[in-house]
């Protein structure tokens, strides 16, 4: 069990019970388990399903759903926990998905799509892994999304016989393109952002887009959507793809919220779920930490451990502390978002974020320097960690991002972009 920075902030007796389940689950699955998963891009079913089997993939599911009933103060030491003891962050972004696309269903669905899901989503019989927003020509600048989503009256489809217009009810129409979604390959739902209004067509661009719950296997036998992986160089065994979306039909009850306030129902949460981000990036910097200070005390040249040397011990102490004040942030800042204090989220979210990516970065180095030669070595892990490490500076908005909302916004400088 990962035990550096573990006792770094005190700690609720919820979080306590969460880091405690949490542990020990991940106690199951050791490094070999997660080397093999990487190694062959294979995705951790195993470990999903025993999350699912303690029901934690509805931590964010409100209890009158058989949900967990928490928040963010509780997913934070949940996501950390499981990237400290040993699957790093692709462990986290296993099912980092499938805990948090619950929450839109959650705040905006109707209550007949809430009582019909939620209980499967809390039980682990159905996922809500993959979310549709990213595209080729819509990748930060969310509103430039191009992808239609056009509602189309039964009674007014031309195209089919009146009887199976008659059975298909109100829909809307999806067609467009997404990339860089990720577990489609192992869900049930995706979460997908079309416009249901042209940009040019609306007083705002952040109007007229909208949020839909699309089943995959009913895209997938209407024979209306295309899935391509994306090759990529980490987070090996978390797949990602390129997706269109031709004439899918989706059923209008499959709206979720208002059509035309997708927008703002995507940012309503982003900063509590970028919070969580930080934990994970938390999480993996331990892992590394962790596994250089083993390295550095066990590896002997010229009779004495290699940790002895300030060579070594400084960027190893560096990074400890950099993980401690990341931390210490992000803690807070989820305490901050579960009570009713009026304070800038954006600005701990962006914040916490930034420092916990960079912390993450530089713990990783640092445990590829302290290997030496077997830095690289597979066999050693602290090369996917590496790898991982700088995916975090990325994912889901890159640093500079993070520093523009602190510029714009906290130091009201002039708007950058």
Not at 3 to 19: H, M, P
Not at 177 to 191: A, E, G, L
Not at 238 to 243: A, T, Y
Not at 325 to 351: F, H, I
Request: hydrophobic residues 40%; charged residues 25%; aromatic residues 8%.
């Amino acid at each position: 069990m990962a035990r550096l920075l573990r006792d770094a902030v005190a700690l609720t007796e919820s979080q306590q019970l969460v880091r405690s389940s949490i542990g020990e689950i991940c106690s199951d699955f050791d490094h070999e388990y997660w080397r093999r998963r990487a190694a062959d891009g294979e995705y951790p079913h195993e470990f999903v399903d025993a999350l699912a089997d303690h029901g934690w993939m509805g931590i964010l599911v409100p209890e009158q759903y058989g949900g967990a009933g928490m928040g963010t103060q509780e997913t934070v030491v949940m996501m950390e926990e499981i990237a400290a003891n040993g699957g790093g962050f692709s462990a986290a972004q296993a099912v980092h998905g499938g805990v948090y696309n619950s929450v839109p269903i959650v705040e905006y669905a109707s209550e007949e799509l809430k009582a019909d899901l939620l209980p499967h989503v809390a039980n682990g019989e159905r996922s809500i892994q993959a979310f549709g927003l990213t595209e080729p020509n819509a990748g930060s600048n969310s509103t430039a999304i191009e992808t239609r989503a056009e509602k189309s009256e039964a009674r007014r489809a031309s195209a089919r016989s009146d009887a199976a217009a008659e059975n298909d009810g109100d829909e809307y129409v999806i067609n467009g393109q997404k990339i860089w979604t990720s577990r489609v390959d192992v869900s049930d739902y995706v979460v997908v952002v079309a416009r249901t209004t042209p940009r040019a067509e609306v007083e705002k661009r952040t109007h007229g887009i909208s949020m839909f719950l699309v089943d995959l296997e009913d895209a997938h036998e209407q024979g209306a959507l295309e899935m391509e992986p994306i090759p990529k160089s980490a987070s090996e065994f978390v797949h990602s793809f390129e997706l269109w979306f031709d004439d899918l039909r989706v059923p209008a009850e499959n709206l979720i919220g208002v059509e035309g306030e997708g927008f703002y129902q995507v940012l309503d949460g982003l900063n509590e779920e970028r919070l969580v981000i930080a934990a994970e990036c938390i999480g993996l910097g331990r892992l590394a930490l962790e596994r250089a200070v083993e390295y550095a005390t066990d590896r002997k040249v010229f009779d004495r451990a290699i940790g002895s040397n300030q060579a070594i011990q400084h960027p190893l102490a560096e990074a400890y502390a950099r993980l401690q004040a990341a931390k210490q942030l992000t803690y807070n800042a989820a305490d901050r978002a579960a009570s009713d204090e009026d304070v800038d989220l954006g600005a701990y979210a962006n914040a916490a974020k930034f420092l916990a990516a960079d912390a993450a970065y530089e713990a990783a180095d640092a445990a590829v320097q302290t290997h030496g030669g077997f830095g690289v070595a597979r066999e050693y892990d602290v090369e996917r960690y590496f790898r991982e490490a700088r995916l975090t500076r990325l994912v889901p908005i890159t640093q500079q991002l993070a520093l523009n909302y602190l510029g714009e916004n906290v130091l009201g400088l002039p708007r950058s972009y």
